[in-house]
């Protein structure tokens, strides 16, 4: 079976300093991971992706990721934060497991004070 | 290129009400899925399609009928709406289960 938790519902870093966004997973098989992005009233837009390539994964906006199998988890990361960065991000889960299965993460809101 | 688009973007409806909600994208993807967003839950599934005329069940399917007669359109229908449907509904479209998936604006309903 496949599950994902984020481990914290709500982060609130101040600008410029760093963002970790915490992500473990359970997959019975080798799965593909994602960070998605939700910005208020929109629809999700990917972050980042790994699929069994690299394991630290480079995305959009300075964001990036490093997929732990020993760990299960798939940590987001930004070095530096910006106001723009405030938004909901999500963990994403998909792989086979004899059909097709995607699991959302219940996501994270990160909020950027100045 | 338009890539995924959602009509309506609101609606209400009162409770036993139906309506369809129209999915349909330009970048030719196999792949379609409608997912509903409740506050605190991510995006769950109800129904997906890995191509043209087929559809299958996701993880929260009651209450909710899809078809894919059209390769680039996926409709989601309501027979006799509830409460519970209140929602925002997000349309989705990949080239392959495994991979990223592009999505729509979404709907945002409301049911009386």
């Known amino acids: 079976a496949q599950s994902v938790t984020q481990l914290d519902s709500h982060v609130s870093v101040s600008e410029g300093t760093p963002v970790l966004l915490r992500c473990n997973y359970s997959s019975s098989y080798s799965p593909s991971l994602f960070w998605y992005v939700q910005h208020p009233n929109k629809g999700l837009q990917l972050l980042l992706k790994?699929?069994?390539?690299?394991?630290l994964v480079k995305g959009i906006n300075g964001f990036e990721a490093e997929f732990k199998k020993s760990e299960t988890s798939f940590h987001l990361t930004k070095p530096s934060a910006h106001m723009s960065d405030a938004a909901e991000y999500f963990c994403?889960?998909?792989?086979?497991?004899?059909?097709?299965?995607?699991?959302f993460g219940a996501g994270t809101r990160l909020f950027v004070k100045a | 290129n338009a890539g995924v688009t959602q009509t309506p973007k609101f609606r209400v409806l009162k409770t036993g009400q139906s309506m369809t909600l129209l999915c349909a994208q330009d970048m030719n993807h196999e792949y379609m899925y409608w997912y509903r967003q409740d506050p605190g839950m991510g995006l769950r599934l109800i129904h997906y399609?890995?191509?043209?005329?087929?559809?299958a069940k996701g993880e929260v399917p009651d209450g909710y009928n899809v078809s894919r007669l059209k390769k680039q359109n996926f409709l989601l229908g309501l027979e006799s709406a509830a409460p519970s449907q209140t929602s925002v509904y997000f349309c989705?479209?990949?080239?392959?289960?495994?991979?990223?998936?592009?999505f729509g604006p979404g709907t945002r309903l409301t049911v009386l």
């Open positions: 989705a479209t990949g080239d392959r289960g495994v991979n990223e998936q592009f």
């Open positions: 399609s890995v191509g043209e005329g087929t559809t």
């Open positions: 994403v889960v998909t792989g086979r497991t004899g059909g097709f299965k995607t699991i």
């Open positions: 790994y699929t069994s390539a690299a394991t």
